[in-house]
């Protein structure tokens, strides 16, 4: 591994855990509970996959996949909310966001490519999101499992829009930064 690719996974990562904790400050909290939405408060929007998923466009899926764990993990520590299966489910999803979209734009490098990839990962994470809101989450909470149709799913293809967009507007302003490259250099 080199060690500039290392570098900015941990970048990629603090700014995942700086993003998280500035949006529970309260000008964003509001939007940080997107799901009462759904009648589903528990479910918490934050931007913390967008450096996953430029991470992941950058470094490849499998960095992808260890800046969303290692984010989740510190995310989770240092927010507290949610506990284990809090813990799981963001970093299921974050995983499955960022390896999906990375594996896709790995093979086609283009603004198409990007659409293709970062659509793909959202349908990934929805379903992987939807599959185990129902069998494990929502029984465990004591939820039933059905409520996971009525609000995860909308939940995770808006949050999955959202970031998809934020992703696609950023990636390539910011790819010189991320890939190390400057102008007039190879």
Excluded: C
């Amino acid at each position: 591994m080199k060690t500039r690719a290392l570098v900015t996974a941990a970048l990629l990562i603090a700014v995942g855990v700086v993003l998280t904790l500035l949006w529970e400050i309260p000008p964003f909290s509001p939007f940080l509970t997107v799901g009462w939405m759904f009648g589903a408060p528990w479910l918490q929007f934050n931007p913390a996959d967008i450096p996953t998923l430029l991470g992941s466009f950058a470094l490849g899926p499998v960095f992808g996949g260890i800046i969303a764990i290692f984010r989740a993990g510190i995310t989770n520590f240092a927010v507290g909310s949610g506990g284990y299966i809090g813990f799981i489910m963001d970093a299921s999803s974050s995983v499955v966001l960022a390896v999906v979209a990375g594996a896709i734009y790995h093979f086609k490098r283009t603004r198409v490519g990007a659409v293709l990839a970062l659509l793909g990962g959202t349908i990934a994470m929805t379903i992987v999101s939807v599959a185990m809101n129902f069998f494990w989450a929502y029984p465990a909470f004591g939820l039933p499992a059905n409520l996971a149709f009525a609000t995860a799913l909308p939940f995770s293809l808006i949050k999955g829009v959202v970031n998809a967009v934020v992703v696609y507007l950023l990636y390539k302003p910011l790819s010189v930064i991320l890939h190390g490259k400057r102008e007039g250099r190879p």
